[in-house]
């Protein structure tokens, strides 16, 4: 296996994490072409792989680099992951997330909380997904597995560490399998693309 590169380190895992969940993805392609059921594969985790990935893609790039990402980053207009990400956005069902707007105090120059709900970007989201995972606030459902044992989804859960009695922020989003797939492809294509922005940082 050829090193990383001290240079781009967090462009080359990026890349890889993709290219290491196709290649998984597509054993298990093979396989159920032999007529192989989902709980007779054995070599290879498509699921967990998945996981992996996407754990990896928001722990791996270190959190300066998520904060200098362009403010006004985006998915690609008519994509997947755009359709997806206005479902986050708007569907309270999918995503519960009552964090508010902080502004900067010009007085004390500290960060106070107001009264503005915090427009949710792909930057923000990508944040919430790494506290998520950060402090391991994500349950695997289904959480009891029946007979078949399938995978059906992903729930992702954030809050601030120092909750104050009068600070009821939190973050809860609930992913499927595919889209968790469709969010792992996204975020590490928004991050390759604005890699070179963000060098400095690294």
Known sequence: MSAYSTDDY???????????LEFI???????KGQGKKDHE????????QLINSFVGLLIIPRQM????????????????????FEIIRNDPCKCEDTYRKKVRDP???????????????PKILALRLR???SHDHLIIHPQSPGKDGIITGIEFSDRPTRTRSDN????????????TEILVR??????LSCYPKVTKCI
């Open 107 to 121: 007085k004390t120059k500290r960060l106070i909380r107001t009264n503005e709900q915090e427009e949710v970007t």
């Open 186 to 191: 996204a975020l590490s294509e928004l991050l």
């Open 168 to 179: 009821q922020e939190y973050f809860r989003l609930f992913l499927t399998v595919k889209e």
């Open 25 to 31: 993805q597509k054993q298990v392609m093979e396989e």
């Open 131 to 133: 506290n998520a995972v």
């Open 10 to 20: 967090e462009f080359s895992f990026a890349k890889r994490t993709i290219k290491n």
């Open 41 to 48: 594969i054995q070599d290879a985790f498509e699921v967990t």
């Open 65 to 84: 680099c998520f904060k200098y990402l362009p403010e006004n980053s985006s998915f690609p207009a008519g994509s997947e992951a755009q359709r997806l």
